[in-house]
Every structure is written in C-alpha cells, then in structure tokens.
C-alpha cells in the first residue's frame, strides 16, 4: 500500500529530504539539532500555543482547502516542500497520514498522497502538538474529507464518493475499481521511487539522520507522549541525536540494504516496495515518528492548528487546485497521479491501515523497555515486542486499559462513551528477560491491609506521621502501622526501605498468604488433575483414545511444578466414560490397575478414594499398564452415548472426597444424550438466525450446568474441555462448567488422528504443562471515585465484587468495566489494585497484586489522546458478545456502531479543530476503530455466514470471552504476510500486508493467522522454483489442496517458511492448524472469510465501505 | 407304647414326619378340645441312602383343583388301569407308558415302602449351582485376611461349573466383573441409595435392549451372558487373586464412628443382580458381614459410636429409630428373593450386634443359614461355613434350591399354616383353612434353601363336624409334595404320603392318649410360640403358652432364649429363634431342654438332671444347648487336674475320664451345623456361667437349707426353681380346674 503510495513522491523525494530537514526544523526544529531547523525550533518552542492559534486559523482555513488535497496531488510533485509543511501539518491533522507523507518523504510518497488530504484535514485538527506528554491523533481520513467537504466538497463526493451518506455503498464500489487502478499506478510509481531511492540514498543517509532525527522526537513526542514527556527533554531530544545515530547507524544500514536489494528487484515493484518499506520504515519510523509525534507535540493545544497555520499556508493554496483536479479524493488522488485521482474513490491506502500503525509503534516503542513508574503511561501497542520495568505500576502484560487518562466526572464519561476498562491477565507468563513477581512473606500476620477497604499495601499508599501510621491511598482512611512493620521516613516522606520492599516499589508483587486466606482455614494440599475421556464409539473409532492415552504417559512427566521443584506435587486420576462411567485406582501397591464402573449417572460419587489420584512417579507401572489397557478395553464398544454432567459431577466429587483443588482434563465427542442429568438435544436450528430467537442458540439448554459450575468454583475444580465433535454437540451448553470455572475450551470438529494430533496434541501439551492458579478470588480496588462495575471472562461471580476462578491460567483474562460514583481528583489519579487470591500448583495459597495508578483529566482531549484501540475493541467486543445472549445480534451491533459513533462524534465536537462537517477526523489512538469496529461486526457471532455452524458461534463467543488484548488484535483483524518479497536471508517476520484480497499478488505465497487458523494462499502464478522448493512438486497445480503439512525440504526458502510458520504457532496460545489454500480453489472461500477489509459473503462491509457509513452516522449525532 | 413308639420312629424315619397326634381325633370340637393342635413336624428332603431317585415323572390327579400324586394309598383297578385318587376320589387312567401294570407288577410309587418317593424331572433346563458371595470389608485386618482364606478355600469345594459372583461393600457397593482379563473392574454402587432391581439392571447393564434379538437363539443358556456370575472353573485363579488383593474399605473412619458399612444396598444389588440374570433358579446369596449397617436402606444404627445399637429395652420404649424402616427393607429383599427361589445366608461375626434382627427375615424367609460368631477368625466360623459345602454319600452338596411344598389333605382336613423357613405361595385351595397357626392361607410354601435337616412345622384343623362322624377304621390322609433344585442340578420332585386313622374322642379316648407324641407336640407348641413371640409381645406369648401347656420342658421353655429376651441382644433372640424354626425335632429338643451329661469313676456316663444338684465336685459335665457345648470340671476334678495326675501313669484311669466328654463333645461338633460354641471350662471358670444358667436353680442363695452343702452347687439368681414352678402350677390347674 504504502509503496504504491510511495510513487509519487519518488520524484520529490529528493527534494523532500531537503524539505526535510525544514520541515523537521519547522516541527521539530530544535529537537533535530539540525543547525537550520534550530531556528525554527526556536521558534516553534516559544510560539507553540501560539502556533497552534495561528495554526487553528488555518484549520479553519483548511476545511476550504479541502478542495485542497487536490491541490496537494498537484503539489505532490513540488509538494515536497509543502511536504515538509504538510509534514507538520500531517502531524497535526492525521498522524498516520502525515506519518505516511513523511514516510514518503523519507521513503514512501505514499503517505504522503494520502497525507495531503489528510493533511488538509489533518491541519484543521493538528492543534494538538504542545503536549510530548500527550499525543493527540487525530486521523483524518481523506476520502471522508472528500465525502464531508464543503459546498465545494459536493463536487467532490460527487466525484469519488458522492455524499458521505451514500458513501458507503457508492464509495465501495467506486473505491475498488478505482483503487485498484491507481494501485496499479501507484505501483508502476514505487518503482521510479524505489530508483529514486537509489539515487537518493546517499541525501537518504544524510536524510536518515535527519528522519532519525526526527524520528526519535516524533517516536518520543507522538506516540508516547508520556515517554517523550520523561524521556524527551533528556532523552528524547538529546537522545534524539544520539537515537538517530543509532538508527542511523543501524536503520541505515539495514534500510540500505534492502534499498539495495530493493534496486536489485526494481524489476518487480512489489518486491521493492515491501523491502523497501521496512528498510524505510526505519527512517520512515522517524519520519512516521515525526508525523505522530508532531500531532501528539501539536496534540495538547488542538487550537494548535495554527502552528500548522503556518505550515498550512502551503497546504492550503494546494488544496484549492487538487479541488478544482481531482476533486475531494484527495488522500488518494495525492499519492496517484493526478488523473486517477480522478475517479474520486476512496483509496483504501488512505484510510488507516493497522498495518501502518503496528509497524509504527513497533519501530518506535519496541527499542527501548516501557518502564512503569509513571503515572497514566499509555504502554506501547500489544504487537510490539518490548521489556517492561516495573517501576511502581503493573506492567501491561498484566493489565491494560481503554483509557489512561480518566474523565474526572461521569459527565464526561458519559459525554465521550468512550468505556473506561482494564483487560487484566493476573498470572500472564512474562518473557524470560522479565522476573516474575517476588513473593513477599510478611509471617504469621500476614499481608498488610487498610482496615476499612482491605486494599493491600502498595506503593501509593502514604506513610505519614513519621512512618507511624499510613494513609490509604484507595480509600484514605488512615491506619497504624504495626510495629514490625514501621520503619523511618526519609526526607521525602517515603519509606527508607521502600526500595527493599517489593510491595513499596513494585506494581506487581505477591504475598504468601496465611491461613486465613485458606478454605475452611487450612492450608489447601496439592491440586490435582484428572483426566476424563471418552471412549464411546466415536473416540474409539477416530482413534483418538488410542492417540491420547499414548500421548499421557509422556506427558505426565511434563506437569506443571513450582519454581524449581524437581517434581510436580501435583496428582493425577484416570476416568474414561461413556454412558456410564469407569474410575480407576492406580494406587502404586497395585499389580495392576482396578477399573471401577459406576452407572448411577443419576446421583454420582465418587467410588474411590485410596488410589484415585496418585503421585506419577510412585504409581507410574501402573499408570502406564493403564493407560496401555485403555484403548483395548474399548476395541469393541459400540456404546454410542455418553453423558457429561455427571461426568463433571464426579470430578468434582473426587476433588472434594480429596479436599483439593484441581482441573479436569474432558475429552469428549458428542451430544450428551443418554438418560442423566445435563441431558442434552439436538437444537440446533439454523432458522433461527437474524430472528429475536437467535440468542438462545447461544444460551445453555439447561440450567442444570449453571448449577453444576457453581458446585465446582465452590469446590476449585476448573474445567477444561476437549471437544471432538462429528456433528451438533452444543456447544453452547457444554461450554458452561468450562466457561464458568475459567477453564478452556477446544475443539476439534470431524477429528482424525492423521490430520488432528499434532494440533490436538500440541494443545494438549500446553494446557497440560501451563501454570495454573486454582481456587482463586479475584477482586478489583479502585480509589474513590471509580468502582468496578462489571466483569467479563471465565469465571463465576457469587456476588457483585468477587471473580471467583476455579482455574486461572496465564491465558485467562477477565476484563473489568468501571463507571463513576464520584468525582475524580486530577492531582491524586484514578488507582487500581488487582488482587488475585490463589493456590498455586504446589498448593501454596498466596496473594498476587497489580497495582496501576492511572490519570486523571477535566479536558476530554486528555482522554482521547490516552486511549488504546485494541483495549478498547477488547472490551466491546466481550461486551457485544456477551450481549448477544440476551438480546438479537442485530440490537448487538447496532449499540456498538452507536457507540463507536458517539465516540468519535464526541471527540470530533469537543477537540478537534472546527473543520468541514464532510471530514471524518479520527483520534489519533482511535484512528483504527472503525477498522476493528467492522471486523467485531463481520465476525463469525455477530454476523454468520451459511458455513459457520451454530457451534462454531458458541465457540468462538466463548474463546473470546476470555481472549487478552493480544488474542483480539490478531484474532479480529488477521496478520497477513507475504512470504517471497523478503530477502529469504531475513530472520525477522516479513512485513504484513493489510487483510484484502487486493493486496494479494497471484503470483506471491502469504501466509494469514488469526490466533486460531493458519493459511498458506499460495498465488496462481507463482513461480515454478517456489513451489518446487516449498511443496516438492513441479508446478502450481500439483499442490494439494488442504495440505496441512508441508514437506521438510532442505532449501532456505521451505526452512524459512516453515520456521516462520512454527514461530507464529508458538506466539499464539493454541496451535494453529495449517491450510494450504490455492488460488481459486474451493478453499479460497475460506481463506476470504478473514480478509477483513473486503466486503464479506455474509454481508459485512467492506473496510471502506464501514468508513463512510461510521462518518454517516457520527454526521448525524453532530447535526 | 412301645408299639407307638416304633411307630413313630419309623414314620420319622422313612417319611420324616413326625405327628403331634397319631391317631386324630374326629371331630372339630373333639381336636380343639385337646389343646394341642393336630399339627406335624416334616423334614422334607430327610437324607435317605435307601431311597434311589426313580427316573421319571410322577403321575398325576387329573382333577384340576387336586392334583394329588398317585401314591400307595391310591385304589387301583388294574384291570381298568384306573385309580382312584384317595384325596378327591377322582378316578384316572393310568398314562400310557404304565400299561404293563399289575398287581404284581407294581410300579414303586404304588408300593406301601415308598410312601416316600424322589422323582428325577428331565424335562427344563438344568440350572448350574450359583453362588454369590456378598462381602464386608469394613473388617479389621486380620478378620478380613481370615475371610478371604476361607472364601478362597471355599473356591475350590465348589463344582466345577458351580457360576460364582462376588460383591463387596463398605462405604460404596461393588459388584465385581469376573470375566476381564487384566484390569480388574467392578460397577459401584453408592450405599445410601436405595434402587429399584430395573435400576440395579440397568446400571449392571443386565438389561440391554440391542441384544434380544441376537440373545434369543442361544436361549439355552440364558445365564452364560452375566459377567458377573461365571463358572469357577474358567476364573477360578482370577477370583482367588481379586479376593486376595481385596482391601479394607479405604475410606477414613474417624474417631468415635462406626465404618459405613451399606449392607442394604449390597444385599439389594446382589438380590437384583440375580433376578435379573437368574430368575426362578436356585442361587445362594452369601452376605459376610462385620457389622451393623449403618447408612442407606437397612440401616440399623447410625455411624456415631456413641449412640449404641438398639436393645430390647429400646425396642419395647419404641426407641429404636431405625429398625422398623430397615425390617422392612430387608422383609422387601426376602420377598423379592423368595418369589425367585434364592435363598440369602447371613454370616455375621462381630462381638457387637451385627442387626440380624433386622435382616432375620432374610435367611429365616428363603431358607438360608444364619451364623453368628464373634469373629471370621474363629474356628466356629471357617468350620461352620466350611460345613456348608459338605457332601453327602452321593458326594452331592447337602443343599437344595428353589424348592415348593405343596401340602394336600383328604377332606376332613385343612391346612392351618406352617411354621419354617418358608413363604408363602398364596395358593388358596379347599383344603386351606380359615384359621392361620403360622404362615397359613396356603397350601404351598416356597422353600429357597433346603438341606437334610430343614424341619417345617405344619398345622392343621379337623373340620369334620361332630355329628358328621367318620366310620370307624377310616383314614385320613395328607401328601407332601416338594419340587426342588437339587444340587446335582436337577430337579426333582419327593412326594410323601402319610395316612393315620381316625378315632372319636369320646370312645377312644386312651388310642389317642396313647398316639400323642409328646416331644414332636413340644417342638410344634415351641414352634408357635416362637412365632408368635417373633411378632407379639413377649410376655403374652409366655401366658398363652402357660395356659396351653403344663409340662416340664415349658419350664425350661420359659427360659429358653427363643422366648426369653432377658440376657440376650435382639440378634441373639433373632438367631437363636431361626435355628429353632428350621431343625429337626432332635436338635429342637436340646435347644429347649439341654442335654447334660455327667462322667465321673462311679460309672459310665449318664445324663443327669439339669439341675444345679447335678453340678458335683467330682464330676465332669458335659452340657450341650446346642448353640453350646460345655465341659465342665467339677471342683475336685479340676483340682485333680491342676496337680497334674493325669500325666501320671498310675492314674491314667483319670487321664481317660478327662478325655471321655471331649470324645464326646467332638462327636457332636462333627455333627452340628452351625458349629456350637465349644466351652471347656471348670469350677470357679469365668465361662461356667453358661452351664450355671441353664440348670434349674434349685439351689439358690435364697434356699438357706442347702447353703453350703456339699451336694451341688447354688446358683446366684431370683429364677423361681423347677419346683417352685411346679408348686404354682399345681395350685393353678387345680384352681382352674373348674
């Protein structure tokens, strides 16, 4: 995308690296170091607020020169010095576009097409700038522009859009024709660009510096305005020289290379251009930097606009003449020559991608470690790979907010609807570089607590009177410290050992707790584990009992134990069942294993108690000679029918009759319709879709299960299911116990040993081995003014306050909403502590805690510039989800599109600079809404197509209950990545494209992954050596179709592949099977169902498509 | 009478049967008069090495409402190859295959000797024995280890082809699957819930409807399918090895509780489990218990050791919670086991009560054996239950299955009741009589366990109207038809036919006098007191027997345990009252009156009086009660002993005295079923209480005139003695004599 857009400005590359460094001065000025730019950095120092006034002017201006953007293609060719300008202006108006233009000033023209328009716009909205702290985003959209633009906009929207109303479907339509053909330009244009590059690299050197320059201000400035605000005026600035040598030095190089290799390639456009973006993106980082950072710097003042004023002088006079050419389309018509731009669509390359903004963030947060110490940080974006320090806050790994920076009334909160919620992952696995939270022993008395709100001692808490007494930083009742726990205060007022004090320093941390914390007030004994499987006729006959009883003698070696211990002390039992159930004592002393049936499912116990759960190692003979039985016992079943509930039923039993805690392994294949409690039919009626009777597709069949999970979360019994279904099993229903004892759910429909184990394997492996905390209470603090209010994930709640979690694992994620019930203080923040009450796998009961202290704002602008887009989708999406059980799904996305309108549309009222009503101006942090918004809204749950059964909506629905803000991401809007436009020798992942058929070039392999499938597209013309080297046959045509596996071949191009395939696998929590999809084949149809950009078969809209109709709508909230 | 006496001993003897009555009085009003009942003791299947089976099916009265078996009694045209049925007078032809019949060619059921005859029945499908044992294992270690053995060893006295099922108990139920290899596996049941035999089935998987179709051909052997019951010959080493690996029940009793121990259900299941695989075949369902039941249906007492299991005493204050809800239950599974001819032993060996007064119902219903000891790991268990697989002459199990009396009586005649261990089969006829003594209103009984010695009480009425007399020299007539399962797995079919005369009271008077039968009426009068003690009140029982009988074994009746309850548990009462419902007429006769012995150098052994005169100092006595059997050694003896003279050559006259009632008493233990409890004790011994209780306390603290006389010893008790008894008695017949 970008590299289309990158054409245009090739020519001006050149010259826009010497606008550069104007631009930069002009922008950043001072910070760049540049000796010209000082100047103007002077300048623009001292001038900020006043800038941003003057600059306003011009956004007013800028809504005429809307009709601008065209003028900007005009310019584009010249523009680069109005580049420069626009730079800044980008800044201001759409980071992301004014990122691009930058881009394409350093690199890519590409943004900078876009950015024109959007610069336009961006101009009216840039204001924003002052802030470092606080980076505003505003992101224009070009085409919206075109749609909203004034009396001459009409024009406009007649040209590509037509009415932003219309545009929807118009602008669809349009767009993609016309799109793709100024793609095709666009393409033909890198090219020139990419020579260019060549060309230009020795001014690309010194400009990288420059970018670099740039850059880091613009990483520091924009993106982490609250980095920058600490790191900055060190740092940043002064790190800039120094981070740009770096990235000088490194970025350079690298970018050089593949500018080389991209030259190489200049043959093939395609190639240059993905190359050539990541080795640009460095720069372009910088440039990017600059672009967003310009806007957070400009950010604060949104009257900043007038800074841009300035700059905005040129972009104006351009707007005018790309009016009068190419009408409103500006974003596109900037990158596209001229005459494309012509035909008024939409350019999808104008319009946010995620791509852009993930590859953002990742070049400019993922260097250097986010450290927590301060407060309302908004931490880098979940696909980015960063170090986390704790230094007083929680890191994100363990909680992440929609908004760090909280609305000090309810009235604002209500005013912006934006959902102010933490995804909290008490027990997320860190990377091996991050310690785990220290334990903390306080003895005999246990955890030190307020004593009216029973918060933890943390960091914020407030020692006074000499260390003698504290205050509580939650509810601000004071209470004695006691006496072996007092300590001096230094001069500061703080602790003299707080820096020995994990629960004085660090925001995550745990406490052993004593034996008050404990059930019934005993120590808990070790959990255990029992494995219940199937062995009706199904399992047998798929050959999966066999599969699995194999596959457990080895992995019971592999359970999970604490620390460094050299043996799990965890215990395991065995039960198979089908219409009946079979314990089986495997007590050590026994010659060989005794199976116990017991068919009153009506009324179930547990038979055993002596020999049911055994230490692996002492029983392990018998073990084995069992689970060697198992799969013979059952050669000849023709039992049919199973049960479930009592099934449960007697897991649970037996964890009691142990008084432990544990999990239960379920394997099993189909509905539960033998005569037993939890009885099941078949319901599944597919008619019911789109009727206001959809929603009991998705609720359980029976309370009985309701009842049966809450006697588990009583008894610490978490649930995990395998599901192994040839048909209907409902899984709606089955899904409770799991669902509500925070256990996990997989499935594995028509499942066959050749095809399934490794992918049922693997993920048996993992939910084997994986930490878990059993019998745990969660329960969330807020400080006065907030309060936790509703709670979404995998858990059971007795009361309003409690999570209560049978299980956790370091998966499991429960997302917490929080409403107002008094006003804020600015001054002392918004606070939340997590306690996370558990038994470990040693059965150690402790405590953990996550503390997080977050800001507090009296200006909306304040909010909007610190939220987090993947949190927020997070959240809507489990709300929508959740929502769909009581209400139609239709009533379900209609709230959220309202919301998501009022978001933007309250945004657009209250901070963006006065603009056209025709532009669609998105927050910076929010530019990606609309995109994520439509992929919750095409999902399988919300909108169905004919191929997803009901179980698959009942799966799907309930596996993102409990998804991290990690898992959403991926899982809404899929990673696409082109496989041969890298150099084979990269080991770093290739650059993903963004998810539309449009970006797929047939004679390219890509692979997609969206946390749950993996598919390999293998293009129609692919080169013959490709596929010979991938799948070992001659030609396109003899790939098989569904290939799950791909042949071992020892060549750098299959190693690579399939090194890149096993490390997307081991990113994600489950294994992801793969498919290898041919062009134009059956399966393609498939594979198009995650292409979320484009429209979908069951009617989701189109990326543009939604665009239009969001700016439909948040038109109307504003008249 | 010594005429009769012979007579008597004959009848009993070649028809064992034994008749209160000898000669019957005519009338009604003349048999009420004489108190007692004109009633028989029958041991039906009385071991007779004389008789051989005969090989073919008895012939039958061809009047539906009869028939009666043809039997020596019958007239008989053989000319017409007619005969004439001597309970309806209907007159049958002779079957095809009895043309050659003659008067001297006379089939054996028509000769006067076979009175009593065996018919082997070929027809039906030859059911093989089946045994299911029923375990407890809420035992204490060792007393499990003893019970394994001496079922392990029981193995290998069982045929064959004998099917052998196994199912433990203790806090949960298990029924073991015999036929796996490898794994072990057994279904589980849980103890607390009481299931219907449908539900039993269905979770043993008895019941399974794909299978019919395909089950129907190989009908034959419809049992063959039951995993849990399988011939001992193919698992016969996988049994003894589960047996061996059998564990105590692994669930934690805590202190100050009684193991749960679900003994209702488990006796449930093994009852459904057989109706359902093996219904209307004889089987044999043996429970081991350790203990009361303390949960779930037939429950006897709660799991709180310190609520203490119920006692007499708490039964007449009606404070024994538990045990009318568990007689039922048990009552329940008896039926259920009677209706399909299986018979359920109780093996229950504990020092405390174990709830047989509860579970009585279940052996004294169906027939099976009740033994009480203080532990498996005592010779009185392993011999007793090691005696229950002995063989007879033929090498045949002494035991039989499934087994219907049916009781036929010529028309002056009706069926009162029987008292035994039976049930009964509501067969109404015209010979059954309104008024019940005993199980009454039928003329069949259903019998599940029979062996040589099982002894039913019949009784009957005399209808005949007074002025409706019978001509003289007229008999009447009564046949005992028992169809039964015997061990050797055939059916067979024993028909007795007893006849005796009539006589009118008034006239004569002393033929009946002289025909009465005074030991069989004293068994047959205990009989239904027992009965009746067994649902009435205690003491009631005790005035009406006074009032029907003056003689001296109602003394020792009195005290006999079957109607006493003072000094004895409910279980006791309950076992000794099923023994003396179910032996023979001899064993019956110790059980009211002990027998006892006395060996001393005046002479050969002599039964003396049981009488505290009896104890002397140079005696040895030799007391048996039947359940006991007591040596005693009298004062001088046992000093004797002490001093060692029987280890001395020149005394060794004395060594042989000493050894004379062991002799003696191991004679009897050879003999008896159950074992009795084997005491040797001596003057001054702990265990000479059991001998001091029974003798007639003539001599008491009480009497000062014989106090410290050296003949007999004193017995310390507020019992009225034999004589004062008698005084009271003598006063009271005269008084009354009105």
């Known amino acids: ?1119 | 009478m010594a005429t009769y006496l012979e007579f008597i001993q004959q009848n009993e003897e070649r028809d064992g049967v034994r008749f209160s009555w000898n000669v019957w009085p005519s009338s009604r009003l003349e048999a009420t008069r004489m108190v007692v009942p004109l009633a028989c003791l029958l041991t039906p299947l009385r071991e007779r090495p004389d008789l051989p089976p005969v090989q073919y099916e008895p012939v039958l009265c061809s009047r539906p409402t009869c028939k009666a078996i043809l039997n020596p009694l019958c007239q008989v045209d053989y000319r017409a190859k007619l005969w004439a049925c001597n309970f309806c007078f209907q007159r049958n032809q002779f079957p095809p295959a009895y043309t050659g019949i003659s008067e001297v060619n006379q089939p054996a059921e028509l000769m006067p000797q076979f009175s009593t005859i065996e018919y082997v029945i070929q027809r039906g499908p030859q059911s093989p024995l089946i045994f299911l044992y029923v375990v407890d294992t809420c035992l204490e270690e060792d007393d499990l280890q003893a019970l394994k053995e001496s079922l392990q060893m029981s193995l290998s006295l069982l045929p064959p082809d004998a099917l052998v099922g196994l199912i433990t108990f203790g806090r949960m139920v298990q029924v073991h699957e015999l036929s796996c290899e490898g794994i072990s596996k057994s279904f589980v049941f849980r103890g607390t819930k009481d299931l219907t035999a449908k539900q039993i089935q269905d979770m043993l998987g008895l019941t399974t409807p794909a299978m019919p179709m395909q089950q129907a051909r190989p009908q034959e052997h419809p049992f063959v399918s039951s995993r849990f019951l399988q011939p001992i010959q193919k698992i016969d080493m996988n049994l003894t090895d589960l047996l061996g690996e059998l564990q105590r029940d692994p669930w934690p009793v805590t202190q100050g509780k009684r193991p749960l121990r679900s003994t209702g259900v488990a006796l449930s299941i093994a009852v459904g489990l057989l109706e359902g695989t093996f219904p209307n075949t004889g089987a044999r369902i043996m429970l081991f218990t350790g203990g009361p039941p303390t949960q779930g249906p037939g429950m006897v007492v709660g799991d709180e050791l310190k609520v203490p299991i119920r006692s007499w005493h708490d039964i007449e204050k009606d404070n024994a919670r538990f045990m009318k809800k568990a007689t039922k239950h048990y009552e329940m599974l008896a039926n259920r086991a009677a209706t399909n001819g299986h018979c359920i032993d109780i093996y229950a060996c504990a020092l405390d009560q174990t709830g047989l007064l509860e579970m009585k119902c279940c052996a004294n219903l169906t027939g099976g054996h009740m033994v009480m000891g203080d532990s498996f790991n005592t010779s009185l268990f392993k011999q007793t239950f090691q005696r229950i697989f002995s063989k007879d002459f033929n090498g045949n199990f002494r035991m039989a299955f499934g087994a219907t009396l049916e009781v036929k009586t010529s028309r002056e005649l009706k069926i009162a009741g029987a008292v035994g261990p039976c049930v009964s089969l509501n067969v109404k006829g015209p010979c059954v009589s309104e008024n019940e003594l005993g199980v009454g209103g039928t003329s069949q009984w259903k019998i599940c366990g029979l062996d040589p010695t099982s002894t039913l009480g019949i009784y009957f009425e005399v209808v005949n109207q007074h002025n409706a007399p019978i001509p003289q020299g007229g008999r009447g007539a009564i046949q005992f038809v028992t169809q039964y399962q015997h061990s050797s797995t055939q059916r067979r079919i024993r028909v007795t036919t007893v006849a005796r005369n009539w006589a009118d009271a008034q006239s004569h008077l002393r033929h009946i006098e002289a025909a009465f039968d005074q030991e069989a009426a004293a068994v047959l009068m205990a009989r239904l007191g027992v009965f009746r003690a067994e649902s009435e009140e205690g003491p009631d029982v005790l005035r009406w027997l006074d009032r029907q009988l003056i003689r001296l074994f109602m003394f020792h009746l009195r005290r006999s345990p079957f109607l006493q309850v003072f000094n004895n548990s409910p279980d006791e009462s309950s076992y000794y009252r099923h023994h003396f419902a179910r032996q023979d007429l001899t064993q019956s006769l110790i059980m009211i009156q002990p027998i006892l012995y006395s060996y001393s150098f005046h002479g050969p052994p002599e039964p003396v009086l049981l009488d505290s005169s009896s104890i002397l100092a140079d005696r040895i006595l030799l007391m048996d009660t039947f359940f006991q059997i007591v040596i005693y050694l009298g004062e001088t003896i046992a000093q004797w002993r002490k001093a060692g003279y029987q280890d001395m050559p020149e005394y060794e006259n004395f060594k042989h005295l000493l050894q004379a009632p062991l002799d003696d008493a191991q004679e009897i233990l050879q003999a008896r079923f159950p074992m009795p409890r084997y005491i040797n004790t001596e003057h001054g011994g702990s265990q000479a209480r059991f001998l001091l209780s029974k003798v007639n306390p003539s001599q008491t603290h009480n009497n000062l005139y014989t106090w410290g006389q050296e003949t007999g010893a004193p017995i310390l008790t507020d019992d009225v003695s034999l004589q004062v008894f008698m005084d009271h008695l003598k006063k009271l017949a005269v008084s009354s004599a009105c």
């Open chain 1, 1 to 1119: 995308m970008n590299v289309n857009q990158s054409a245009p400005p090739v020519p001006p590359f050149g010259q826009p690296q010497p606008v550069y460094p104007g631009y930069h001065q002009s922008s950043y000025g001072g910070q760049p170091g540049s000796t010209a730019p000082p100047t103007h950095y002077g300048a623009y120092n001292g001038p900020v607020p006043g800038y941003q006034e003057t600059l306003a002017p011009g956004v007013s201006r800028a809504p005429p020169s809307l009709g601008a953007p065209p003028a900007t293609t005009a310019q584009t060719p010249c523009g680069q010095a109005a580049y420069g300008q626009f730079g800044q202006g980008d800044v201001q108006n759409g980071p992301s576009s004014t990122v691009q233009m930058q881009r394409l000033s350093g690199s890519q023209p590409f943004g900078s097409a876009p950015l024109a328009p959007v610069v336009s716009q961006p101009t009216v909205l840039q204001p924003y700038g002052p802030l470092p702290t606080s980076s505003q985003v505003t992101a224009q959209l070009a085409g919206m522009q075109i749609s909203g633009a004034m009396a001459p906009a009409p024009p406009t929207l007649g040209l590509g859009y037509g009415p932003p109303t219309s545009l929807a479907s118009a602008s669809g339509s349009f767009p993609n024709s016309g799109l793709y053909g100024s793609y095709s330009q666009g393409q033909a244009p890198p090219l020139s660009q990419t020579q260019g590059h060549p060309g230009a690299q020795p001014p690309q050197r010194s400009a990288p510096p420059q970018a670099s320059s740039f850059t880091p201000p613009a990483s520091g400035g924009p993106r982490m305005p609250s980095m920058s605000g600490p790191l900055l005026p060190g740092q940043g600035f002064g790190g800039p020289p120094v981070s740009q040598p770096n990235h000088v030095s490194s970025p350079p190089p690298q970018v050089l290379p593949p500018g080389t290799q991209m030259t190489g390639p200049p043959g093939p456009p395609p190639p240059m251009h993905s190359s050539q973006q990541p080795g640009y993106q460095l720069q372009q980082n910088g440039s990017f930097g600059p672009g967003r950072g310009p806007q957070p710097n400009y950010g604060s003042p949104y009257p900043g606009a007038p800074t841009f004023g300035s700059q905005p002088g040129p972009p104006q006079p351009l707007p005018p003449k790309r009016l009068d050419p190419d009408a409103i389309p500006s974003p596109q018509l900037n990158e596209l020559p001229p005459q494309q731009k012509t035909r008024h669509r939409i350019d999808p390359d104008a319009i946010p991608s995620p791509i852009q903004v993930i590859e953002d963030d990742r070049n400019n947060r993922g260097s250097e470690p986010f450290v927590t110490g301060v407060r309302g940080q908004v931490p880098p974006l979940v696909t980015t790979n960063f170090l986390v320090k704790d230094q007083g806050n929680a890191s994100p790994r363990y909680i992440r907010c929609t908004s760090y920076n909280i609305p000090c009334t309810s009235d604002m909160a209500k005013q912006a609807q934006v959902p102010l919620a933490a995804v909290i992952k008490p027990l997320a696995r860190l990377p091996p570089e991050e310690a785990s939270p220290y334990v903390v022993d306080h003895g005999e008395s246990g955890p030190l607590r307020c004593n009216r709100c029973k918060a933890y001692m943390c960091p914020f808490m407030q020692f006074i009177e000499g260390g003698r007494r504290f205050q509580c930083c939650f509810c601000s009742c004071i209470n004695d410290v006691p006496p072996q726990y007092f300590q001096h205060l230094d001069h500061t007022g703080k602790r003299v050992d707080a820096y020995d004090r994990p629960e004085l320093s660090l925001g995550s941390y745990e406490f052993l707790a004593t034996v008050d914390y404990c059930k019934n007030n005993k120590f808990p004994s070790p959990p255990a584990f029992i494995f219940m499987i199937d062995v009706s006729y199904n399992a047998i006959r798929s050959g999966l009992v066999r599969l699995l009883c194999e596959e457990l003698k080895s992995l019971l070696d592999c359970l999970p134990r604490e620390g460094r211990a050299e043996e799990s002390a965890i215990r395991v039992g065995f039960v198979t069942y089908n219409k009946v159930l079979h314990f089986y004592n495997v007590k050590s002393s026994l010659a060989q294993p005794q199976m116990m049936v017991v068919s009153d499912v009506a009324d179930m116990f547990v038979p055993l108690l002596d020999g049911f759960l055994v230490n692996v190692n002492e029983s392990r003979a018998v073990i084995t000679s069992l689970l060697d039985q198992i799969p013979e016992m059952f050669a000849d079943t023709r039992e049919t029918e199973t049960v479930f509930a009592p099934v449960i039923q007697a897991g649970m039993e037996a964890l009691k009759a142990a008084e432990c805690a544990g999990k239960l392994f379920l394997f099993h294949t189909s509905l539960p319709i033998a005569e037993a409690p939890g009885k099941l039919k078949n319901r599944d009626d597919r008619k019911l879709i789109n009727t206001d009777k959809e929603k009991t597709l998705f609720q359980p069949q029976t309370g009985a299960y309701q009842t049966l999970a809450k006697e588990c979360v009583a008894q610490g019994c978490c649930v995990d299911l395998f599901l192994f279904p040839n048909q209907y099993v409902d899984v709606a229903t089955l899904c409770v116990v799991p669902q509500l004892t925070g256990g996990s759910v997989y499935k594995y429909a028509c499942f066959q040993v050749e095809n399934d184990q490794e992918r049922f394997l693997s993920d048996l492996r993992r939910d084997v081995q994986k930490v878990v905390g059993f019998d745990a209470v969660m329960r969330v603090r807020t400080s006065t003014g907030i309060r936790a209010v509703d709670f979404f994930g995998a858990f059971y709640m007795s009361n309003t306050t409690d999570v209560e979690l049978a299980g956790l694992d370091g998966d499991k994620t429960v997302t917490v909403e929080f409403k107002h019930d008094d006003r804020l203080n600015e001054e002392s923040g918004a606070l939340l502590q997590c306690a996370l009450l558990y038994t470990s796998c040693a059965g150690q009961r402790r405590l953990r805690i996550h503390n997080l202290a977050l800001n507090c704002c009296t200006q909306l602008a304040d909010l909007y510039r610190n939220c987090e887009t993947d949190t927020l989708i997070n959240y809507m999406a489990k709300f929508a989800y959740r929502g769909v059980l009581n209400s139609p799904v239709k009533t379900v996305r209609d709230a959220l599109i309202t919301q998501c309108a009022q978001i933007l549309a309250c945004y657009r009222k209250n901070c963006a600079s006065p603009s056209s009503a025709g532009q669609l101006i998105l927050p910076e942090c929010m530019k990606l809404l609309p995109v994520y918004l439509n992929c919750v809204l095409k999902s399988d749950v919300l909108q169905p197509g004919a191929e997803v059964t009901t179980d698959d909506r009942a799966y799907v629905r309930q596996l993102v209950t409990s998804m991290d803000v990690a898992e959403t991401n991926v899982f809404f809007y899929p990673r696409l990545l082109p496989l041969t436009k890298s150099p084979i020798e990269s080991t770093t992942e290739p650059p993903a494209v963004r998810a539309s058929e449009e970006r797929l070039s047939d004679g390219d392999i890509y692979l997609l992954e969206n946390g749950l499938n993996l598919f390999l597209w293998v293009g129609a013309s692919v080169q013959q050596g490709v596929v010979q080297s991938l799948f070992s046959v001659s030609s396109f045509s003899q790939i098989t179709s569904g290939l799950s596996i791909l042949p071992v071949l020892d060549n750098p191009l299959s190693k690579k592949v399939r090194g890149l395939v096993d490390s997307l696998r081991a990113q994600r929590s489950r294994y992801m099977k793969l498919i290898v999809v041919k062009q134009e084949d059956k399966l393609e149809m498939l594979f198009k169902h995650f292409l979320v950009e484009d429209k979908s078969l069951s009617g989701g809209a189109s990326y543009v498509d939604f665009l239009c109709h969001m700016h439909k709508e948040i038109r109307q909230l504003l008249s």
